[in-house]
């Protein structure tokens, strides 16, 4: 399994950025029993979480600074997650990963995630 993040770079405050995040390797293995999730590092910070979704993606959880903001969905036939970011702000700038949960865990705590992606940088600019 090799996750591979895109959609990533630089855009404006209050513009719009959408990620993806797939098996690049087409491994044939199937994530549609798995929550997924989106986590971010921004320059000189940890990582934190940004959003999760069920493996049926009916459910959804977000980190507080990107609710009303942010939409996390998935497409299971194409074994893909997806992260559409609306009203970027400069606080957004990060890099932006993508991870499978372990079963159909879609916690907000990293150590839930076993395959991770290699991440996608996302400047905002003021």
């Known amino acids: 399994v090799q996750l591979q993040a895109s959609g990533g770079g630089l855009v404006q405050a209050g513009n719009s950025l959408r990620l993806s995040c797939t098996d690049s390797?087409?491994?044939?293995?199937?994530?549609?029993?798995?929550?997924m999730g989106w986590f971010r590092q921004p320059p000189g910070k940890e990582r934190e979480f940004v959003a999760a979704i069920s493996w049926r993606g009916g459910d959804t959880r977000y980190a507080d600074s990107v609710k009303g903001r942010f939409i996390i969905s998935r497409d299971n036939a194409k074994n893909s997650v997806y992260l559409q970011m609306n009203s970027l702000k400069p606080e957004d700038t990060a890099v932006y990963y993508c991870?499978?949960?372990?079963?159909?865990?879609?916690?907000?705590?990293?150590?839930?995630?076993?395959?991770w992606g290699q991440g996608t940088l996302v400047t905002v600019s003021s």
């Open positions: 991870a499978v949960g372990r079963g159909s865990s879609y916690s907000s705590n990293s150590g839930s995630y076993q395959y």
């Open positions: 390797r087409r491994t044939g293995r199937t994530f549609s029993n798995n929550g």
